[in-house]
């Protein structure tokens, strides 16, 4: 189904966002290096292609007054700036972890609370402690609650709602199966257990499912309004699963990202510092081979700024699309009253 008026969303959040498919496997597919990559790939040709072209010969527009080295300062400048707003990040992350006790024995309590809510509704004596494994638990839980609904209304004489929970039932089915198998084997630490996690439109599948229910109240028997009462409590336990695995996959990329410009300070602030001492384009013979010199080393002093953006640009994507929890649709989207249940 499309998402045109009454229709219901995309399932994966590729097929929900209105990005082309190049922009999305960018902000978020890519690996953040190659992103990085990419990045001073673009500014080294632009800085290269611009000097070329343009009528003024290279060696003048290099040493026409003071160019080089007032750009080198302010590299050397930007990239302390950078590390210092790393630090801050740092000190951020490291905030939320710190606390009183008695803070932290509230953490513990919500989470084992949450744990033990997870372990009754799955009928297992522990819940998983992997991320993928615990919100996989979940994904089969609905998949099953979804079939007990069609199993439940099977008695039901309206061929309308036959035909509207056989359509929610394989939409559900088909999805959590997709995401069952995304997240096989995926590692915390890895984007790909968020991503799969992404992928399940748990919020419109509570929606449909209490529209669903409200809407037959009277047709239905006694179990099918329990089925789909345990199929919405079990929707509903992967939605704050879901935005607490995010929140931690945030804050350990962010603890990366801290570390790795800490690390691409160093050869920034070497490089562009030694090229305001040592570099000068009078010196080279040819004026390409200066440009090339010149945007190389530029390109080196940006390192830590590429890698910042790569990062940032794929967890503000992330809280984008992800703003509300629960059954909300935040995106430009025109719903009417009626559910077309129709393909």
Known sequence: MSEGEGDRPSD??????????????????ADRWLVAGLILGSVFVSLVAAGLLHPTPVLTLLTRGDPMETLYQALVGST?????LV???????????????????????????FREDVADVIEEPVSPTQPSAFLRSLVKLTKRRAEAVRDATGDVEDDQLNE??????????ENADRVTESLEGS??????????????????KIYAAKRLRAENEDALTDDARAAFDELVESLELFGPAREHFK?????????????????????????????????DPRDVAQGWLALLVAALTVCIALLPFAI????????????????????????????SRDLDWDD
């Open 164 to 173: 509207q929970v056989d359509a929610f039932v394989e939409s559900v089915v």
């Open 187 to 204: 590692q915390f630490g890895e984007f790909d257990v968020v991503f799969s996690a992404l992928n399940y439109n748990y919020s419109w």
């Open 308 to 335: 910042l953006l790569a990062y940032i640009l794929r967890i503000v994507t992330v809280t984008k699309r992800t703003l509300s929890i629960g059954p909300f649709v935040l995106r430009e989207t025109d719903r």
């Open 80 to 84: 302390v700036t950078g590390v210092t």
């Open 12 to 29: 994966t959040m590729r097929e929900r966002v209105p990005e082309n498919s190049r922009k999305f496997w960018l902000l978020l597919d």
């Open 87 to 113: 630090l801050t990040l740092s000190q951020l992350v490291l905030s939320q972890e710190q606390g009183p006790v008695g803070d932290q024995r509230e953490r513990m309590e919500g989470a084992m609370a």
């Open 247 to 279: 929140t931690l996959y945030f804050q350990w990329e962010l603890v990366d990202l801290s570390r790795t410009v800490l690390y691409a300070s160093v050869p920034a602030i070497a490089v562009a510092t030694g090229a305001l001492l040592f570099f």
